[in-house]
């Protein structure tokens, strides 16, 4: 456990020092994730040690939202002044959201469609 532990922090540490030499738009996490993944595609699937230390990390996930639910309390007051910019943000950024993806999934399937439909044609020639 301690191994897999160790690689997944690995590929975040490495992630966040990329974003920060380089000034990438992206979370260091995020492509810390993306490396994670690509390990994991090279190696040619997930080990059981690195799926039982992502299960057991999962398992305690909701752990990380208690310093978020902290400093919303800190700072309630200013909260309380800025509730509808807040309110509007996240209402418009989840629309958004589920937009883009329904709309990128639908380009997916039609691309998928599109390949299919030519590999078809392909083997009946």
Same mark, same amino acid.
């Given at each position: 456990m301690l191994q897999a532990l160790t690689l997944i922090l690995l590929c975040q540490l490495v992630g966040e020092t990329v974003v920060l030499l380089t000034g990438l738009p992206v979370p260091g996490p995020v492509l810390g994730m993306l490396l994670l993944l690509?390990? !994991?595609f090279l190696r040619g699937? +997930?080990? #059981? =040690?690195?799926g039982h230390t992502a299960d057991a990390l999962l398992a305690h996930f909701s752990l990380l939202f208690v310093p978020a639910g902290v400093g919303v309390m800190l700072h309630w =007051? /200013? +909260?309380?002044?800025q509730w509808p910019a807040i309110? $509007?943000? *996240? !209402? *418009?950024? %989840? *629309?958004l959201t589920l937009t883009v993806t329904a709309l990128t999934m639908a380009g997916a399937q039609r691309l *998928?469609? %599109?390949l299919? /439909? /030519?590999? /078809?044609?392909? $083997?009946? #020639?």
């Amino acid at each position: 456990m301690l191994q897999a532990l160790t690689l997944i922090l690995l590929c975040q540490l490495v992630g966040e020092t990329v974003v920060l030499l380089t000034g990438l738009p992206v979370p260091g996490p995020v492509l810390g994730m993306l490396l994670l993944l690509g390990w !994991l595609f090279l190696r040619g699937g +997930i080990s #059981d =040690e690195v799926g039982h230390t992502a299960d057991a990390l999962l398992a305690h996930f909701s752990l990380l939202f208690v310093p978020a639910g902290v400093g919303v309390m800190l700072h309630w =007051e /200013r +909260i309380q002044g800025q509730w509808p910019a807040i309110a $509007a943000a *996240l !209402l *418009l950024g %989840t *629309l958004l959201t589920l937009t883009v993806t329904a709309l990128t999934m639908a380009g997916a399937q039609r691309l *998928l469609a %599109t390949l299919h /439909r /030519r590999r /078809r044609g392909a $083997a009946g #020639d």
